[in-house]
DNA sequence: TGCCGGGATTTTGCATACCAAAACCTGTAT
DNA sequence: ATACAGGTTTTGGTATGCAAAATCCCGGCA
């Protein structure tokens, strides 16, 4: 055989027919579909760790969250797992889920492959940014600069999450998009702490770089977002609950 | 109160206790435990895809894929899921897993997403190589250069990924190396068929990367891993197959 | 007191069975 | 050909059972 047959049984050429209708396939916008149970169980969990009412350290029992959850073991182990590859949880064999406790070390770790990640994308998006696209930059960053005001602590970090996505999403690499999504979604859990002290120099460093992104001076971008995010790895050592040396 | 209160039964402090003896923690090698089913079933299907057995776009019936493999369909399942998130197959709800179609465009973003994950783990691995990795660094790169006068193809991406490897451990970031861990083994899908046009230039930028991380020069070391790995990235888009423009 | 050991208990990991809803396929009538 | 209707397949989830492993408990021993 020049093609190694398939151990499955045969169900046509490629399976079930592929996608394929007289409509075009762009911004197809299917049916409302409610979500898999097992993806709500995750956003579920993936709340509950970040907002501290699950410590890290603690034992995660599938039976007790099933049931506190009204679904059955099955969506939550499924989760469970999930939320492991995402670092959220660690699973050891035959003793379950636990809660992950990120060492300092390893947060410095995460915050720098951060900063290699987001330094890259800052240099793609300012090569695409629109002028719509600046605009955008700059309501986001009003939104920033208007919590940072309020001293809303909360929403400085949604807004620094929110502009820091977008970058993301201008650099037209949707594999470098999803690695940063979620990377800066567990940096989002150290940051907090932080985000106060870091809020007003950060978000001169945002402006810094929209200029640059607006100007198309890739390398000005890059630049100043490499500077941006080490810096705010500086902070997350010198933050108050740091360890003694 | 001010600790909210864990919804789920009180288990103690932190759950059950943690790990705590009188021998020392450190390479405490555990007993011989066999692999979770939903592992081996994730490797097995892993190899599947990778050696083509499993096609690009191929329906993969949980099912059929249990009996085939002797298991039940929870592990299948489970690991089905977890092979989506690493990209290797799409979970299209209520229809189930198909085996990735690899976009040509996915690939660029890969091997660019790639080049900058390893150009970071190059110039760290310089600063911290001590002379035994560099003597093992030689040796992994005379596997590749006998892989390369053999013609051995498979021996040669094996030991191209050996080697990038060994140097992504020596950066001592394990965050950066497991994310370096999971877009190289999605690259090694598409590289396959350039292995060997590229095999000469390649083991001859290896040498040279070798001798600026055993002069511990981290900024030769970065410009060679980048040079390196953008060659590889246009020698993707020139293989044979490459679409015609 | 502090440590050790063995049995009871808990929890995971997997198997099996079952079901509703959704998607698919097929054959027929238009 | 196209559209429709009905039967089939497949997923996603529930419920239950069980063996193995890990933990916990408690009593005996130094």
Do not use: C
Request: hydrophobic share 40%; aromatic share 4%.
């Amino acid at each position: 055989m020049s093609q190694p047959a398939s151990p499955l049984p045969d169900r046509g050429p490629t399976g079930r027919r592929t996608a394929k209708g007289s409509l075009s396939s762009t911004a197809g916008k299917r049916v409302e579909r409610p979500a898999p149970l097992r993806q709500v169980v995750y956003e579920a969990l993936a709340e509950l760790i970040i907002n501290r009412t699950l410590e890290p350290g603690q034992h995660l029992v599938e039976a007790d969250l099933a049931e506190y959850l009204g679904v059955s073991r099955q969506p939550v182990r499924e989760a469970l797992q999930r939320l492991q590859s995402e670092g959220w949880v660690d699973l050891r064999p035959a003793q379950g889920a636990f809660v992950h406790l990120p060492t300092d070390e390893e947060a410095d770790q995460l915050l720098s492959v951060r900063s290699v990640l987001e330094t890259h994308s800052a240099k793609l998006a300012a090569g695409r940014a629109t002028a719509d696209d600046v605009k955008r930059l700059w309501e986001l960053q009003n939104t920033g600069v208007k919590a940072l005001a309020d001293e809303d602590t909360e929403g400085l970090v949604t807004a620094n999450a929110a502009l820091h996505a977008f970058i993301t999403q201008l650099s037209g690499n949707a594999v470098l998009a999803e690695l940063i999504g979620l990377v800066d979604r567990r940096v989002r859990w150290y940051y907090t702490p932080i985000a106060r002290p870091r809020g007003h120099d950060a978000w001169n460093e945002h402006d810094e770089l929209i200029h640059a992104i607006s100007d198309k001076d890739a390398e000005a971008a890059e630049q100043i977002m490499s500077r941006h995010t080490e810096k705010t790895r500086q902070a997350y050592h010198e933050r108050p609950d740091a360890p003694r040396p």
